[in-house]
Nanobody
Framework: VHLVESGGGSVQPGGSLTLSCEVS????????FAWFRQAPGKEREGVAY???????FYANSVKGRFTISNDNAENALYLQMNTLDVEDTAMYYC???????????????????????WGQGTHVTVTY
């Protein structure tokens, strides 16, 4: 699987932005797709994930403001971000993981170590 993010940019607080992640290659039938972000001087943190059943999960910091979605027909992952705050300024990464590892069927989560495929990132700046 190969991931390429796009859609980053600069936006004022309270504004909206939609990030896209183009998914190419052999998508595993059982997968976790996630968005992570890394702000300057901070560790990378999980933002949201979606699994092959469409189940989603959000970090508390973005719950109610961000929406993750997955378009299998277009081979794309999206992150709709509303009511953006300066604290949302970060490099945003999409990531993918096969839920099947050997005989193990994993649950999705927002831990970095779960994901073995990463995009190059797209930068989001929220500023006045």
């Amino acid at each position: 699987v190969h991931l390429v993010e796009s859609g980053g940019g600069s936006v004022q607080p309270g504004g909206s932005l939609t990030l896209s992640c183009e998914v190419s290659g052999n998508r595993p039938p059982n997968y976790c797709f996630a968005w992570f972000r890394q702000a300057p001087g901070k560790e990378r943190e999980g933002v949201a994930y979606i699994d092959n059943h469409g189940t989603t999960f959000y970090a508390n910091s973005v719950k109610g403001r961000f929406t993750i979605s997955n378009d299998n027909a277009e081979n794309a992952l999206y992150l709709q971000m509303n009511t953006l705050d300066v604290e949302d300024t970060a490099m945003y990464y999409c990531a993918a993981a096969d839920r099947v590892v050997g005989l193990l069927y994993r649950l999705c989560d927002l831990k970095e170590r779960t994901y073995d495929t990463w995009g190059q990132g797209t930068h989001v700046t929220v500023t006045y």
